[in-house]
């Protein structure tokens, strides 16, 4: 086994340091570039338990393209140079793919966005952008307002606890109202199912050999089931919505998607609205509440840009809120790749891709960047005040084709979210270690649960209206 620092999976991030210069061959090589040697159990091993620290001392031994042995993965390459994630990004959809062979294919069914290529992603795609295009994301606000401020109202005083769950709570209940256009009993109803239903779908995904019907108790028979009750409830809204007289006056997602036609004019088929709405829920509720969580952590932290990001609240400014969202999705994306597969010949960094390699172009790595993020491991949402980041260099949501359907929608929630927080309640700052980087499956998360401390609660919006009426009186 090799003995060399970058070889070895690590216990703690390296201080940064500039990459060297990726130094292709002249002329394009067929195989791999060059990485990590110790046996794939090892290498597996790190991947999973220390990532970050691994890739950043492979990166700065190989440059910012090398290759790396995980099991389930076959042959990987990171890539984090901003110039081959572009080419990557803008890359022929026919050459690389980003969904067929996805574990999640089984998982989330055969029309989902996660796990369709080519011609039928474009179709589906298209029909899909147009409720989560920026203008839209105004009539979510409020409900959303809403949702944050009922759980974070019920956040305990005085004692520390974990935000994650909460978050969790808010963008389920966001998605399933904002998106499924659920009320009601089949609200509560999706929200006992859908948290178990995910858990269950993240472990499946993990342990592909689980993925058949091996008798009444195994897990894929009970995930089946429960798949089976989701659609029936999502084939009951759907019909509600059909028979809706003021369906086009409605702003969920579902309503838009039962309105939507394909090329040939046929409209979506219920199997295609129930595999696109879980896809959306799985994509997007784990990844904004953990974003959430580490939102916490980073501003217990800091507690200088806590105070002018409440300042800057209760002035009803935002910049450094949208910077701040920024900052910490740079420092902590949750999704560490995207992921794509050379289905046909391809060049890229000088080398000829063998057919079937999968390309993860990081984020985890490209964030840290001294060159392109200054000082990369300093929490400074400062950076971002008013500038737009780069397409290429930051990349939380992926990019090109496959860059996240709901960026937006994430970001406005995001910022909804943390306006609420910071309205209503006063975060007690700390001197605690950075909480560690925690895999769940799907998302990198906060390892202590974004845990929070509340000194006090601060005049709420409703109390702000409630006392209204009061001044007004005294004033008179
Ligand atoms: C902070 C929150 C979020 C993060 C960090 C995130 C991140 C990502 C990333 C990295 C990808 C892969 C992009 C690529 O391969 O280039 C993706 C795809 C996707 N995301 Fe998100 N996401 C978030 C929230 C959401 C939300 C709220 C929704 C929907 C309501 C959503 C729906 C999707 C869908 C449908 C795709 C597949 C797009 C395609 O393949 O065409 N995501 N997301």
Redesign the pocket.
């Known amino acids: 086994m090799s003995t060399n620092l970058a070889d070895a999976p690590t216990t703690g991030a390296q201080p940064a340091a500039a990459p060297p210069a990726a130094a292709p061959p002249a002329a394009a090589t067929r195989g791999l570039p060059p990485g990590p040697k110790p046996p794939v159990a090892l290498q597996t091993l790190a991947m999973r338990t220390r990532q970050r620290p691994y890739l950043e001392r492979a990166r700065r031994r190989y440059g910012q393209m090398f290759s790396i042995k995980v099991v389930g993965l076959g042959t990987t390459v990171i890539i984090s140079d901003p110039e081959l994630i572009k080419q990557a990004?803008r890359a022929d959809p026919t050459v690389l793919h980003?969904?067929t062979g996805s574990p999640l294919r089984t998982v989330l069914g055969e029309h989902s966005?996660?796990s369709i290529d080519e011609d039928q992603?474009m179709q589906q795609?298209k029909l899909?952008l147009p409720p989560?295009k920026g203008q839209r994301m105004k009539s979510y606000e409020s409900l959303i307002a809403e949702i944050a401020a009922e759980e974070i109202d019920r956040w305990p005083e005085g004692v520390e606890f974990e935000t994650t769950r909460s978050m969790q709570r808010i963008?389920l209940r966001a998605?399933l109202r904002a998106?499924f256009g659920a009320e009601g009993a089949q609200l509560h109803e999706l929200e006992e199912l859908l948290p178990a239903w995910t858990v269950m779908g993240t472990r499946l995904v993990l342990t592909p050999w689980l993925q058949h019907d091996l008798g009444r108790f195994s897990p894929w028979r009970k995930f089946m089931r429960m798949r089976a009750r989701i659609d029936e409830i999502l084939a009951q809204m759907i019909a509600a919505a059909k028979a809706d007289p003021h369906l086009e006056d409605r702003a969920d997602?579902l309503a838009l998607m039962v309105q939507a036609s394909h090329e040939d004019g046929s409209p979506m088929s219920n199997a295609e609205i129930c595999d696109?709405l879980v896809?959306?829920?799985v994509?997007?509720?784990e990844?904004?509440a953990?974003?959430l969580a580490w939102a916490v952590e980073r501003l217990r932290r800091h507690p200088e840009v806590l105070d002018r990001l409440v300042e800057e609240a209760d002035e009803g400014g935002k910049a450094l809120r949208e910077a701040t969202i920024r900052e910490v999705?740079r420092m902590r994306?949750?999704?560490a790749?995207?992921?794509?597969i050379v289905r046909k010949p391809y060049e890229i960094g000088g080398y000829d891709m063998p057919l079937g390699t999968r390309m993860l172009?990081a984020?985890c790595l490209t964030h840290f960047d001294p060159e392109l993020f200054p000082h990369p491991d300093r929490f400074d949402p400062d950076r971002f005040l008013d500038t737009v980041p780069d397409t290429y260099s930051w990349?939380?949501?992926?990019?090109?084709?496959?860059?996240?359907?709901?960026?937006t929608?994430?970001?406005m929630?995001?910022d909804v979210v943390l306006r609420v927080m910071l309205e209503r309640v006063q975060l007690l700052p700390t001197t605690d270690s950075d909480e560690p980087w925690a895999f769940r499956g799907i998302v990198w998360a906060a390892g202590r649960d974004g845990r929070a401390r509340i000194v006090h609660r601060r005049r709420s919006a409703a109390a702000a209206a409630a006392a209204a009426p009061v001044l007004a009186t005294a004033a008179g």
Do not use: D
């Open positions: 990004f980003a969904g966005l996660l992603h795609r899909l989560f963008t998605i998106v997602v696109q896809t959306m829920l994509a997007g509720h990844t904004t953990n974003t999705q994306p949750v999704i790749f995207a992921g794509r172009l984020a990349i939380p949501f992926g990019g090109g084709i496959r860059r996240c359907i709901g960026a929608f994430a970001h929630e995001l």
